[in-house]
């Protein structure tokens, strides 16, 4: 492979919550209150390649979605960096975003009193990619592109089902023509038939418009569906990368291993269901040592202290357990 699209170099993104004025006078009276910080992202680092698929997929919480707009530049990190064809992603006044985004809920992200059409429009107009006299037939082609009737543009966001929103809001998102997207549990509020549509949609488009784009997922069915490689967090760290089909097939790392294990299957259907032991720590006081040592059933003293480096375990392949370790 040749250099990389995109490139995610130790990212790490905070959220503060300061202390408000009554908060600090009773701090100064000695009252036990401090600032609370969020720890999201904790030294993530992986790549995309040119027309590559990545999933990424964790438990509600581990800070994908946070990743997902750091990589979008929605977020500034609080240090490292992301660096798209070799410049670094950041949101600029005129210019136009190279990095576009796709939410889970398409509603919340549309203009409840603008017709969709000049939703999917305003942008590619105002950074110059289509005159407004050329805007109609601009959005009726993308319209077209994802499956719905160019004679839609009229109607309010309110007028369409789940389904036919999740379709503008990639209209709307390939109307800047990104050299990257970032897929936010784009299908995880519908129903799974409309989820099939939905990806096959993507499949298509990705087949058609040559589209790399992280696809963010709670769903580890509908990330093999689609995605060439993949990429495990947890509680703001990656446990493992590598081949989708590998990651499936041979998990590496416990905590893959038991996301997997509970991926419903037809010759496990009289087995009982387990889920991982323990709830997943707060990001506000996340475990030292490796984050998942909590729930592991594989965790040793070092474990508790200790950071796991991502090593190399075959092929593209990368797993941050202290299993793993040569020493």
């Known amino acids: 492979m040749g250099e990389p699209l995109l490139r995610v170099i130790r990212v790490t993104r905070r959220f503060a919550r300061r202390l408000d004025a009554v908060e600090r006078f009773a701090r100064r009276l000695g009252a036990p209150l401090a600032e609370q910080v969020v720890h999201a992202v904790d ?66 992200s549309l203009n409840p009193r603008m017709r969709v059409g000049d939703a999917i429009a305003e942008a590619p107009v105002a950074h110059g990619l289509v005159t407004r006299a050329d805007a109609s037939g601009f959005v009726a082609d993308l319209l077209g592109q994802v499956g719905l009737d160019p004679g839609y543009a009229s109607r309010y966001p309110h007028q369409f089902s789940g389904g036919q929103r999740a379709r503008i809001g990639i209209a709307r998102a390939l109307a800047v023509r990104p050299r990257f997207l970032v ?16 990806l096959n949609l993507f499949m298509a488009l990705r087949e058609r418009l040559g589209l790399t784009f992280l696809f963010i997922s709670h769903d580890l069915g509908v990330v093999r569906h689609l995605s060439d ?35 419903p299957r037809l ?56 299993l793993h370790d040569t020493v």
């Open 183 to 198: 897929c936010d549990e784009a299908v995880a509020a519908l129903d799974v038939s409309i989820q099939a549509q939905v």
């Open 43 to 108: 030294d993530v680092s992986f790549d995309v390649g040119d027309g590559e698929v990545v999933g990424l997929v964790g438990e509600s919480g581990c800070g994908k979605s946070t990743l997902g707009r750091v990589i979008a530049g929605l977020h500034p990190p609080t240090s490292g960096e992301v660096r798209l064809a070799g410049e670094v992603v950041r949101l600029q006044p005129g210019r136009r975003p190279p990095v576009q985004m796709i939410f889970q809920d398409p509603f919340a």
């Open 267 to 322: 010759d496990r259907r009289r087995r009982a269901y387990q889920p991982i032991r323990g709830e997943i720590p707060s990001p506000l006081a996340p475990p030292p040592g490796c984050h998942f040592h909590p729930r592991c059933p594989h965790a040793m003293p070092r474990c508790r202290t200790e950071v796991p480096l991502l090593r190399a375990v075959g092929p593209g392949r990368g797993s941050a357990c202290h």
């Open 229 to 263: 490689r993949g990429v495990i967090m947890y509680l703001g760290r990656v446990m493992e990368t590598g081949p989708i089909g590998e990651l499936y097939e041979r998990p590496a790392h416990p905590y893959t291993q038991a996301l997997l294990a509970e991926v």
